[in-house]
């Protein structure tokens, strides 16, 4: 069973950046594929953001955040990176760290993909 902690959310001003960390425990990280979602109010937590295989050398994207987010991972430090530059107000959400089972082994932009799930962190935009 994985468990998955994000961290680095907060308050920012549009055309600033934040660095968002989920760190993993209870299972070998290597063997994940990771994440991040993103979720505004009223609406479902669905909303693709970027996705990283468990080696780290695939990628993808949200097409509302591609050249502006980068996704990373630090297996020896069981950590997915989410940076998030050039920030609008319409990134304002909670972004969620999402791991699927580990025989999913690719890059995933479906929610139903995922089976381990953090807590969420806001990021808030200000226009």
């Known amino acids: 069973q994985v468990q998955l902690v994000e961290s680095g959310g907060g308050l920012v001003q549009a055309g600033g950046s934040l660095r968002l960390s989920c760190v993993a425990s209870g299972g070998t990280f290597t063997l994940y594929s990771a994440g991040w979602f993103r979720q505004v109010p009223g609406k479902e937590r669905d909303e693709f953001v970027a996705a990283i295989n468990r080696g780290g050398d695939s990628t993808v994207y949200g097409d509302s955040v591609k050249g502006r987010f980068t996704i990373s991972r630090d297996n020896a430090k069981n950590t997915v990176y989410l940076q998030m530059n050039s920030l609008k107000p319409e990134d304002t959400a909670v972004y969620y760290c999402?791991?699927?089972?580990?025989?999913?082994?690719?890059?995933?932009?479906?929610?139903?993909?995922?089976?381990?799930w953090g807590q969420g962190t806001q990021v808030t935009v200000s226009s």
């Open positions: 999402a791991a699927p089972e580990s025989f999913y082994t690719g890059t995933y932009t479906n929610n139903p993909y995922y089976r381990y």
